[in-house]
């Protein structure tokens, strides 16, 4: 499992929704300009734009509806992890440490279902989206 997607998705979001006072400027910014503009701030800029753009709504949201994209999307990456690892759980393996390690890892990215998208969301509709 590479958690690098989801935690890409995660910088994203915090960038997202947290611009500073001084980049205001971006939130006035439409469709693929926002999305663009939003992206650079990014450490993953190609990602970003990959996954704010292969949603069809993004070219007519604002930040705060890049930011659901961005959580929907990393609950959808989450829920496949966890979805691999129960497949990988239920072929069965005779070595301890490998069953142990999956589950470890279903743990993070349940608690990232769970616990992350449901405080960047409520983060989001309370209009305070310093959740990280």
Partial sequence: M???PLIFITLVIAATIS???SH???MQLKGTNLIEETCKQTPHHDLC???LKSD???SKKDVTGLALIMINTMKTQANNALDKIHHL?????SEPALKQALNECAGRYRAIVEADVAQANAGLQKGDPKFC
């Fill in 19 to 21: 611009v500073p006072v």
């Fill in 56 to 58: 069809p709504q993004s």
């Fill in 2 to 4: 590479n958690p690098l």
């Fill in 89 to 93: 759980l239920l072929q069965g393996s």
């Fill in 49 to 51: 734009i990959h996954y």
């Fill in 24 to 26: 205001c400027r971006i």
